[in-house]
């Protein structure tokens, strides 16, 4: 009955390797994000995805691709990762894009070695 | 640019009530959250308030808004040991961007 869920719950991996992380909701809602949660608890949006319409925070590297297969999902790529990647990702959703109440994921606590 | 601020710390005893204040900067806010993290888990949603309110009630959260001088407040009654979290306060504009401050650690003192 979980509302935003997202696999895996941990990830460790080494530098230059490419990972995903996957995000469901079950709300019916239109809007998903990413967000990352840096060692100081400092939370930044990274992207929002509504009917295949994403924007981007213009400081997320390129290496970080969302993809979105249906309305439900919406799972981050991440390419040639970096020490600095190392964080707790969030995926979140809103019943649509715009000021609407956003519900969390448990958060990915990614770490690359 | 849109900044959100809060103090990064607060200690309270247990059965004390806890205030967790947070300013913020765009006057084009619209709503406005309180959300709770324990620790190693996600992101809940407390409560939020509309801009044109003042406040707002739910059981022993209470939220202040003071629009005039961009002032929001948490206010949890009776702080129990399970109240030891982060809170972050969170701003939505009208340019649709959702802006979160740096979080509070709340302490609860046996």
């Known amino acids: 009955d979980t509302a935003v869920s997202q696999t895996p719950k941990y990830l460790v991996t080494q530098m230059g390797n490419d990972k995903s992380i996957k995000c469901e909701q079950n709300l019916g809602h239109d809007t998903m994000y990413w967000y990352k949660q840096d060692s100081k608890k400092f939370l930044k949006i990274m992207f929002s995805?509504?009917?295949?319409?994403?924007?981007i925070n213009e400081t997320v590297p390129n290496r970080f691709s969302p993809k979105s297969p249906d309305k439900a999902h919406l799972n981050l790529h991440i390419n040639s990762l970096e020490l600095g990647d190392s964080a707790v990702y969030f995926c979140?959703?809103?019943?649509?894009?715009?000021?609407?109440?956003?519900?969390f994921g448990p958060g990915t606590r990614l770490l690359v070695l | 640019g849109e900044d959100v601020e809060q103090s990064l710390f607060l200690s309270v005893r247990e059965g004390d009530s806890s205030v967790i204040n947070c300013t913020y900067t765009?006057?084009?806010?619209?709503?406005l959250y309180w959300y709770k993290q324990e620790p190693g888990a996600g992101l809940q949603l407390l409560t939020y308030?509309?801009?044109?309110?003042d406040m707002k009630q739910d059981q022993r959260l209470t939220v202040l808004l003071n629009k005039k001088d961009k002032h929001l407040s948490l206010r949890i009654a009776d702080t129990q040991t399970g109240d030891s979290a982060i809170y972050f306060c969170?701003?939505?504009?009208?340019?649709?961007?959702?802006?979160f401050g740096p979080g509070t650690r709340l302490s609860v003192l046996p």
């Open positions: 765009d006057s084009s806010s619209t709503y």
């Open positions: 979140a959703s809103s019943q649509r894009q715009g000021v609407e109440t956003q519900y």
């Open positions: 969170a701003e939505m504009n009208y340019g649709q961007n959702f802006v």
């Open positions: 308030i509309f801009s044109n309110m």
């Open positions: 995805y509504n009917n295949k319409e994403l924007i």
